[in-house]
Nanobody
Framework: QVQLVEFGGGLVQAGGSLRLSCAISGHSIMYYVMGWFRQAPGKEREFVAAISRSGGSTSYADSVKGRFTISRDNARNLVYLQMNSLKPEDQAVYYC???????????????????WGQGTQVTVSS
C-alpha cells in the first residue's frame, strides 16, 4: 500500500519561505512522477508543480514560476517543494501526489495521479 505524508507546512509572513516535504512509503518513489497541488477554501484544487521520475523535467503553474522549486531525492523516497517569496494568495492546503509512470513524463492534471497525501496547511499572513 503506497502512502504519502506531507510535512513542513505552517504559518509564514508574506515574503517568507517554507519548504514542504513529502515522504512516500510502500514503494520506491523512483517509479512515480511526483506532483504538488493546492486547494484554498472555496476554490478548486489546482496544480502547483511536478517532477519527472528522474528529476530531469519539471513543470510549474504560472502563478508560482520563479518562486517555487520542486525537487526529489529518490534514494530517500522524498520530494520537496521549496516556496520562496510567499504571497497571501499562496495560502492553501498543499497536497503531494504520485503518478505511476514508465517514462520521463511530467503530469499537470490531477487525474493522472494515483496516490495522494492528506495535505498540509500553509498560511501566509500579510
Amino acid at each position: 500500500q503506497v502512502q504519502l505524508v506531507e510535512f513542513g507546512g505552517g504559518l509564514v509572513q508574506a515574503g517568507g519561505s517554507l519548504r514542504l516535504s513529502c515522504a512516500i512509503s510502500g514503494h520506491s518513489i523512483m517509479y512515480y512522477v511526483m506532483g504538488w497541488f493546492r486547494q484554498a477554501p472555496g476554490k478548486e484544487r489546482e496544480f502547483v508543480a511536478a517532477i519527472s521520475r528522474s528529476g530531469g523535467s519539471t513543470s510549474y503553474a504560472d502563478s508560482v514560476k520563479g518562486r517555487f522549486t520542486i525537487s526529489r531525492d529518490n534514494a530517500r523516497n522524498l520530494v520537496y517543494l521549496q516556496m520562496n517569496s510567499l504571497k497571501p494568495e499562496d495560502q492553501a492546503v498543499y497536497y503531494c501526489a504520485a503518478a505511476t509512470s514508465s517514462g520521463s513524463y511530467v503530469y499537470t492534471g490531477g487525474r493522472y495521479y494515483d496516490y495522494w497525501g492528506q495535505g498540509t496547511q500553509v498560511t501566509v499572513s500579510s
